[in-house]
């Protein structure tokens, strides 16, 4: 690969500062490594080599010629690659008659209860053939990498059999993308219609599914959908004991609809990440903060559901880490555009706008526990960036979304324009 500088940056947002101090948590603008009129080398390993300020007088740009490529930002605000750290973007079947229901007044709830929901996705998604599972799959992800996510994790659970999660996750798997893919065996996401008992479901994902899952290396995660009604606490601790026994890392989703204890879960089983939170205790978000879990807001999909948003500024006051993710699927969440839901963190979630940038990069990188290449631009890690139609940080934090990154870069390579 050749070396290449952008040049004429007229912002850069490096992180810099998180990742030299391991900060997570109440983030702010000076943590962010903001540098204005800036440039950014990348070296021939498609790593960032370094990066200035004409400004600072201190860091004088390179010489051009020992560059192979050089590339004009225009003025225009780099920042690193979004990282999305919670979607569901392996799914068949269409769920827009969901919208109308719900435009009507129903609830999540009650959608489920008149056949919607997620049983509805879990017979679309066990009739698709893992070839067009990954082939739709292919298509969102192209999708997201267009509005800037250049990392993401992708979660199982609308298969709910051995058969169909192995084949979701093989979907997964196989999806082409430049971006990095991390993935979550979901498998408590729901009770299946056709089980017998919730018991001997759990059994079945626990005792077969798991081993499967590890012997095939298709997930890095388990994850459950910890809810009163779903799944109670004391329903996951088996499932969870053998995914640590495994070696899976754990996520939760953890008290949407109600505190059902779910905090405490993640604490006691070192989850690296609880998400959604609308009703976590404040005990709940402190043992989540002493355990080193990241908390991950999903504004989009108290949007999309009309349930309330997670109380964010609370959460940061707690100094609990905050990341920020879509929670893209089919059903409570249709919003896959990072940068928007970013924004709309900002007015809802009640976050800083310094921590919600960094929810949506850094510190969603230590959710994924890939904070040592990705998630900033410090000198060795990969040089995954956005070049934006926008001239800072705040022009493009009030943008809601609109106007899509100018280029897309991963490893150093361009990748979507
Ligand atoms: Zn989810």
Same mark, same amino acid.
């Given at each position: &690969? ?64 020992? %560059? ?20 569901? &973007?392996?799914?068949? @079947? ?24 997620? $049983? ?19 298509v969102r992800l192209q999708n997201s990498l267009r509005s ?9 659970? %609308? ?21 990095? $893919? ?15 008992? $919730? ?5 079945? &994902? ?16 388990? =994850?459950?959908?910890?809810? $009163?009604? %779903? ?7 088996? %499932? ?20 059902? @204890? ?12 609880? =998400? ?5 205790? =404040? ?28 109380? @964010? ?15 893209f699927n089919p059903g409570s969440c249709q919003i896959m ?6 924004t709309i963190s900002i007015f809802s979630n009640k976050v ?29 890690? =990969? ?35």
């Amino acid at each position: &690969m050749s070396k290449k500088i952008i040049i004429n940056i007229g912002q850069l947002i490096t992180n810099s500062p998180l990742v030299e101090a391991k900060k997570t948590s109440q983030i702010q603008k000076d943590d962010l490594g903001i540098l204005e009129d800036a440039w950014l080398s990348i070296d021939q390993n498609g790593r960032v080599e370094g990066y200035g300020s004409s400004k600072s007088g201190d860091a004088k740009t390179p010489n051009l010629n020992s %560059y192979q490529e050089v590339i004009d930002a225009r003025g225009s605000l780099v920042t690193p690659g979004l990282i999305d750290s919670h979607t569901h &973007m392996v799914f068949a @079947g269409d769920r827009s008659h969901e919208f109308l229901q719900k435009s009507a007044g129903a609830t999540y709830q009650e959608v489920a209860a008149a056949g919607g929901g997620i $049983k509805y996705t879990v017979r679309e998604t066990r009739k698709a053939s893992l070839s067009e599972l990954t082939k739709s799959c292919e298509v969102r992800l192209q999708n997201s990498l267009r509005s800037g996510v250049t990392s993401i994790e992708i979660k199982s659970g %609308y298969g709910l059999s051995v058969h169909d999660e192995l084949k979701i996750l093989q979907a997964a798997n196989q999806a082409v993308t430049p971006q990095h $893919k991390s993935m979550t065996c979901l498998a408590l996401h729901d009770i299946p219609e056709d089980a017998d008992s $919730k018991t001997s479901f759990i059994r079945e &994902m626990t005792e077969q599914l798991l081993p499967e899952v590890k012997k095939q290396n298709l997930a890095d995660w388990c =994850d459950a959908f910890v809810e $009163k009604g %779903y799944f109670e606490p004391s329903d996951v601790t088996p %499932y969870f004991e053998k995914a640590k026994k495994l070696g899976f890392g754990i996520r939760i989703h953890a008290d949407e609809f109600s505190d059902s @204890g779910a905090c405490q879960v993640a604490a006691d089983f070192g989850a690296a990440s609880a =998400d959604h939170l609308q009703h976590g205790s =404040d005990m709940g978000i402190e043992a989540l903060k002493s355990s080193g879990a990241v908390a991950t807001l999903l504004p989009g999909t108290s949007l999309c559901s009309n349930i309330k948003y997670s109380n @964010g500024a609370h959460i940061e006051s707690l100094g609990c880490p905050i990341a920020i993710a879509s929670d893209f699927n089919p059903g409570s969440c249709q919003i896959m555009n990072l940068a928007k839901i970013l924004t709309i963190s900002i007015f809802s979630n009640k976050v800083s706008p310094w921590a919600a940038f960094a929810g949506v990069t850094w510190v969603g990188a230590n959710s994924m526990k890939i904070q040592k290449s990705k998630g900033a631009l410090a000198a060795g890690y =990969d040089a995954d960036f956005l070049i934006h139609e926008h001239k800072s940080l705040p022009e493009w934090l009030s943008s809601w979304g609109e106007f899509l990154p100018r280029s897309v870069w991963v490893q150093g390579l361009q990748v979507s324009s």
